[in-house]
């Protein structure tokens, strides 16, 4: 019989009480790691309650009116994503603040709004690159994108509809932005 063919000997100095003992440290291993991993599970859960939720964060953009908009910063990839979209109604004197990483030709859609918004481009500087009033809400794929500006933005913000006449916003009106604590 070649060697592949042959049973494999147990060495004279094992026993099968060896081979048990082997087998319980490989059970309790698993136990012990699936215990390690339930408790992981379990303070994370935990942390979730315990830990304070931070509401979203928001900053005041005062126009030159005086205008005040108390802007919630769309800084998670959720908000960035749908912004507006699937919400009722704005809180009165409120908006959206998108701030991108970098200056850019930014476009928006209304895809999902239940209202529609007037919307601001705002270059790094916080001049008013760009403005367009009442787009309308989009239900249904295709949804147009609004943009790009003439000029590069750092900043987009989404206002409820009427707010640039109000205001009496202007292309190349300074904002000032202010974080509210």
């Not at 026993?15 to 012990?32: G, L």
């Not at 990483?101 to 760009?130: A, K, S």
Request: net charge neutral; charged share 25%; glycine share 6%.
């Amino acid at each position: 019989m070649g060697h592949w063919a042959q049973k494999r000997k147990r060495p004279p100095n094992t026993s099968m009480a060896a081979d048990q003992a082997q087998v319980s440290n490989r059970e309790q291993q698993k136990k012990r790691i699936i215990m390690m991993i339930l408790l992981a599970l379990l303070l994370m859960s935990v942390s979730v309650f315990l830990i304070e939720r931070k509401e979203s964060d928001i900053i005041v953009v005062k126009f030159p009116s005086g205008v005040e908009l108390e802007a919630e910063v769309a800084n998670t990839p959720e908000k960035l994503l749908f912004g507006l979209a699937f919400r009722e109604t704005l809180p009165p004197g409120g908006g959206m603040l998108y701030i991108f990483e970098q200056n850019g030709m930014h476009r928006v859609t209304t895809r999902e709004y239940r209202f529609p918004i007037d919307i601001l481009w705002v270059d790094e500087g916080h001049h008013v690159v760009h403005m367009l009033e009442h787009a309308e809400p989009c239900a249904k794929d295709p949804c147009p994108f609004f943009g790009p500006p003439p000029e590069e933005a750092r900043y987009v913000i989404q206002t409820e509809s009427g707010f640039i006449k109000t205001t009496g916003v202007a292309k190349g009106d300074e904002l000032k932005y202010a974080l509210r604590m």
